[in-house]
């Protein structure tokens, strides 16, 4: 409880709110022993008196009664009026909601569909037929805004009581031979308090607003008793000449309803676990970046990662995802990067265009080279048109990386119109073109599929036909084929194989998956805790891995035809990259680590192609 | 498309019907004796008991409950006793002036809403989202009557820009130019609420969409970004905004009674206002249910709306 004031009252607006209710709620409790005028006491002499006037702190109002006096009783009937309602509403509607709920079938059915005809009215002209039919007065204004009320409380505690009441407890409380009766009042009504609680709380402001309309409108509180709606409907008369009548009460109601919105948004936030991550932040364009140290100096190759470091920065913790990553790859290459998830795989394969989610990620040092040209530093623009015309991307999982909403043309189309000028009709055509290269059939019916109407496999392609779009010179694939099976998988493999032939593509794969690398890629990095650990020739490091996590990762992969093969798990989880220890990032997990592996950082070296991050590794490199 | 609609309307009927039953079950709450509320307290038992027989009040309520439905099918609603004319020529030609100001509003607080939230939800943090975020919250507490009045001392009494009240000038006018000079106050301190509630939520559900993998691939395929917010995210976010407009429809229709009110706008809302005042219960009968169905419709034109915009919606 503690914990939620800190955390409510962290969120300045709230605290105003908090200090706003509780200031008219101690004037309204105080308004019988303060020193006031009688509210009624008209002086037709002293009309109209202005603030400070004659000893009426707010003037006086048109038959010459104190204004003062009268906003805070008007203020304490309001609110009085709105809690009522509320508590009203909330009992009934609570009551219909758990009945409903609790028995289910066609008392449910039956129920629920009244409700739903009352919730088809537009609110007032329910509250306007009640006062209608029961004549204007505050009572029965207080009547039909609860009764308006009560289909939004007997909905949404139906919706929880149906959940609770096919849990084990209301089952066991029944077998115990329980009346229905008492199985509600202990079992059931228990469980839904709270949410009445807070289902009332985010409507009260709402009802003191709805009964102060109808006391506006005439037909709420009738003279000489009086709300802060019918003070307003009242001074309405003479706003023209003597607007100060109106902006008290009219002041007073905003504050009430400000001051509850501000509270009920600072429970909300306080309640909503997300907020707190601070993972409802929208990620930006492009990648933050805040480099320090030197920027290294540019190489021949057709795409060269330098040095990069990429972290998360969620609140005072740091998450060093990429800590210092060197790849490289030229036309016509396959290079694939390899690790368990967490290992910064793919934060390695965004941060090549800037495609980190920013916030929470930034990156801090090194470079990403396209051509010489320097990617980290270079604008939104500059990298805009290098997205997807030169380095395209194929995500894992098509069915959240496609637009749900648009046709599968439509987006490939999009893919060649952002980077060049194309007309309408060639796009369509370049559109089926793309479709029939990544061997989808019935391409012409397909391309005005949306992704929810293809299968897994379909979508990849999909996927793969995007990235192709405009023949870019390098290909990320991150983790293409996980979700798919396995046939499905080698005719993917095989696709990107022949286009990487075909076109001279060089092409970036991310995977877990040793068997996946041994078919598609020339060369290897192998990652852990956001670094390599060992990089060289596909077939080299499959024959002899060097670094003892690489030789265990591929120890991971079953062999067909080869049984009786122990297969051998990792013990142990990466380790969280907030806190790396000094060393090895590997140490806890490796049966050969010594003292010395934990002692400063481990260097990468061996004779190129080959190289490795190890002490005591199991080959000479 | 056509089956679609055709089946929504279908289903809309038990709807339509429940709400004739709810409307004739609230009247009947009506304490004491219709027609002695018409002839006054002085009259004698003689005419009452007449009166009674002529408006069918002597017979069963289910009966009366049919007999009501029947002719509200052939579209006689009654007779106004208040106006002594027809309850539904009157209601049609109110509804006419609720429409012009209540559709204005909702056009309004749909389009600057949703496009408050999303630049709020793509300069998040930023001036302009801090900004937003402040008006919004003084455009949701504020209440519309009140807001209607204050516009009035600003707008029309000290500065004299805009006309007090009315729907067209008394001497004159008559035609479109003043209509809209006579709507720009009302429509706006009508759309005022609903706006702050439609950004809140556009910019909440744009936050949501942003987050989503297939604005990363956007993003990735070098998508510029104006489009990447206007095309993308947003239309996606449109599939959560879409019903929330549907429900705000309901809110600018109930708060067109005040708004009719502060500024003389020759509404239903104001119609039924009077009409309840006066104790004319064929009048408010008849307003209620010709207003509820109309919205029960509009609520199947938003359905049709979502499903247009969305195709994983079966139709």
Sequence with gaps: MTRFLKLLFRNRLAGIGAVVMGLILALVILTPVLPLQDPYATDLGARFKGALQDGHILGTDHLGRDQLSRLLWGTQLSLLVGLASAFAAALIGSTIGVIAGYFGGRTDNLIMRAVDMVMAFPYILLALAIVAALGPGLLNALIAVAAVNVPFFARNIRGIVVTLAGREFVDAARLAGMGHTRIILTEIVPNVLPVIVIAMSTTIGWMILETAGLSFLGLGSQPPQADLGSMLGEARAALITHPFTSVVPGVMIFLIVMSINLLGDGVRDALDPRLKSGALSRPLPVTTVGREGPIPAATDDLLAVQDLHTQFHAGSRIFRAVGGVDLAVRPGECLGIIGESGSGKSVTALSITRLVASPPGVITGGAVRFREADMIGASYEELRQIRGDKVAYIFQDPLSTLHPLYRIGDQLAEAIRVHHKVPKDELRKRAITLLKDVRIPNAESRVDNYPHEMSGGMRQRVGIAMALANEPDVIIADEPTTALDVTVQAQILALLNDLRREKGLAIVFITHDFGVVAQLCDRVAVMYAGRIVETGPTQAILDAPAHPYAKRLIACVPELGHGRRELAAIPGLPPAVDDLPPGCAFAPRCDKASASCCEGDVPLIGTPPRAVRCLYPEENV | ?315
């Excluded at chain 2, 309850?87 to 607080?109: K, N, Q, W």
């Excluded at chain 2, 507490?141 to 007090?164: E, Q």
């Excluded at chain 2, 970004?225 to 996606?236: C, P, T």
Aim: aromatic share 8%.
């Design chain 2, 1 to 315: 498309m056509g089956s679609y609609i055709l089946k929504r309307l279908v289903s809309a009927l038990p709807v339509l019907l429940g709400i004739t039953v709810i409307v004739f079950l609230i009247m009947s709450l009506i304490p004491g004796d219709p027609a002695t509320a018409i002839l006054g307290s002085y009259a004698t038992p003689d005419n009452v008991e007449k009166l009674n027989r002529d408006l069918g009040l002597d017979k069963p309520m289910v009966t009366r409950y049919f007999i009501w439905l029947g002719n509200m099918l052939t579209g006689d609603f009654g007779r106004s006793f208040s106006l002594n004319r027809p309850v539904i020529d009157e209601v049609l030609e109110r509804f006419h002036a609720t429409l012009i100001l209540a559709g204005t509003s909702f056009v309004l607080c749909a389009v600057l809403g949703i496009l408050a939230g999303t630049v709020s939800a793509a300069r998040q943090y930023g001036a302009a989202d801090k900004a937003i975020t402040f008006v919004v919250l003084i455009g949701i507490s504020i209440p519309s009557f009140f807001l209607g009045m204050m516009m009035i001392l600003l707008f029309a009494v000290d500065l004299r820009w805009l006309p007090v009240s009315g729907m067209y000038a008394i001497y004159g006018g008559g035609d479109l130019p003043d209509l809209i000079w006579h709507l720009i106050m009302p429509a706006t301190a009508l759309a005022a609420v609903a706006t702050g509630v439609v950004a809140r939520l556009s910019r909440a559900a744009m936050l949501e969409v942003l987050r989503q993998d297939y604005i990363r691939t956007a993003r990735a395929k070098g998508v510029p970004e104006r489009r990447v917010i206007m095309g993308h995210a947003l239309r996606a976010a449109m599939v959560s905004i879409i019903p929330v407009l549907g429900l705000q429809a309901g809110f600018v229709l109930s708060g067109a009674v005040y708004i009719e009110i502060v500024f003389q706008w020759p509404g239903i809302g104001r119609m039924l206002v009077d009409a309840i005042l006066k104790r004319d219960l064929l009048l408010v009968q008849g307003g209620v249910v010709f207003v509820a169905a109309c919205y029960v419709l509009f609520n199947i034109a938003v359905d049709v709306a979502q499903s247009l915009l969305d195709p994983r919606i079966k139709t």
